[in-house]
């Protein structure tokens, strides 16, 4: 009888063992995660942080989200402004608000990403991307990409979704209108060498303009002192004479200064 009564508490000590593997009241919180608990189907209202937290078997459920930065890549097909098709390859890093998983949870589910993450970030670049030509768009990607960043940490924000980072890092159109844009900017590269070009031109052409006022100025003001002033006359002939006589044909050089008129 004493050996029955003994075996009894390792009986009931097995079965809770048992009863505890097979309900397993017991949940861990890993590193970068949240936790949601759902007590008898009402999401319970705070989220449970890293480490291990119990709960009711068959009464209450726990979930597990991911909370770390997410980095993804994606391709997507959009339309400018011009009708002209476009490959747009671009980065987004976000994450899920860590304090607030249970209300996603609890208003979208576990699959955020594909319900509201995808179409929002889609929806945008449609939209931003909409507003430009394309060959604006190549020369304007940062503007673009900021307006598209700000626009989605705005919308998603409302949905417990934090949008760090967003990057387009490829636009591709196709070849035709890429040649096209080839041409036409070799076109404008030809037109202002020949608008330089002919600027030069002009200008060189102003200046000898210049230059040539400016030499009959000279002349008509020397003209008129040479005129006015005997003395200057010959002063002028001084400075241009070659230090020779000049010869005539008797054979006698005569001084061609009139020493009179110097005195």
């Given at each position: 009888?004493?050996?029955?009564?003994?075996?009894?508490?390792?009986?009931?000590?097995?079965?809770?063992?048992?009863?505890?593997?097979?309900?397993?009241?017991?949940?861990?919180?890993?590193?970068?995660?949240?936790?949601?608990?759902?007590?008898?189907?009402?999401?319970?209202?705070?989220?449970?942080?890293?480490?291990?937290?119990?709960?009711?078997?068959?009464?209450?459920?726990?979930?597990?989200?991911?909370?770390?930065?997410?980095?993804?890549?994606?391709?997507?097909?959009?339309?400018?402004?011009?009708?002209?098709?476009?490959?747009?390859?671009?980065?987004?890093?976000?994450?899920?608000?860590?304090?607030?998983?249970?209300?996603?949870?609890?208003?979208?589910?576990?699959?955020?990403?594909?319900?509201?993450?995808?179409?929002?970030?889609?929806?945008?670049?449609?939209?931003?991307?909409?507003?430009?030509?394309?060959?604006?768009?190549?020369?304007?990607?940062?503007?673009?990409?900021?307006?598209?960043?700000?626009?989605?940490?705005?919308?998603?924000?409302?949905?417990?979704?934090?949008?760090?980072?967003?990057?387009?890092?490829?636009?591709?159109?196709?070849?035709?209108?890429?040649?096209?844009?080839?041409?036409?900017?070799?076109?404008?590269?030809?037109?202002?060498?020949?608008?330089?070009?002919?600027?030069q031109v002009q200008e060189e052409a102003r200046q000898k303009v210049i230059a040539a006022e400016a030499e009959a100025k000279s002349m008509a003001i020397r003209a008129q002192a040479l005129s006015q002033n005997k003395s200057?006359?010959?002063?002028?002939?001084?400075?241009?004479?070659?230090?020779?006589?000049?010869?005539?044909?008797?054979?006698?050089?005569?001084?061609?200064?009139?020493?009179?008129?110097?005195?």
């Amino acid at each position: 009888m004493d050996k029955k009564y003994l075996g009894m508490p390792l009986i009931i000590l097995g079965l809770l063992v048992v009863f505890l593997v097979m309900c397993n009241p017991f949940v861990m919180v890993g590193p970068g995660e949240r936790g949601i608990k759902i007590n008898l189907g009402h999401v319970q209202p705070e989220s449970y942080g890293e480490g291990l937290h119990t709960i009711f078997p068959f009464i209450q459920k726990f979930k597990t989200m991911d909370v770390k930065t997410q980095r993804n890549q994606f391709t997507t097909s959009v339309y400018t402004k011009d009708i002209q098709q476009a490959r747009i390859t671009y980065v987004i890093n976000y994450n899920v608000e860590p304090d607030r998983v249970n209300k996603l949870f609890q208003e979208v589910g576990m699959d955020y990403e594909a319900k509201i993450l995808s179409p929002v970030v889609e929806g945008t670049i449609k939209d931003i991307i909409g507003k430009w030509n394309a060959q604006d768009l190549i020369a304007n990607r940062e503007k673009a990409t900021g307006d598209i960043l700000f626009k989605l940490q705005t919308q998603l924000k409302d949905n417990y979704i934090n949008v760090s980072d967003f990057q387009m890092t490829g636009i591709n159109y196709s070849d035709v209108f890429e040649r096209a844009i080839e041409s036409k900017v070799t076109a404008e590269q030809e037109a202002l060498k020949a608008k330089n070009k002919t600027v030069q031109v002009q200008e060189e052409a102003r200046q000898k303009v210049i230059a040539a006022e400016a030499e009959a100025k000279s002349m008509a003001i020397r003209a008129q002192a040479l005129s006015q002033n005997k003395s200057l006359v010959q002063y002028e002939a001084v400075q241009k004479w070659d230090g020779k006589m000049p010869q005539y044909m008797l054979g006698n050089s005569v001084p061609f200064i009139n020493v009179s008129a110097a005195k």
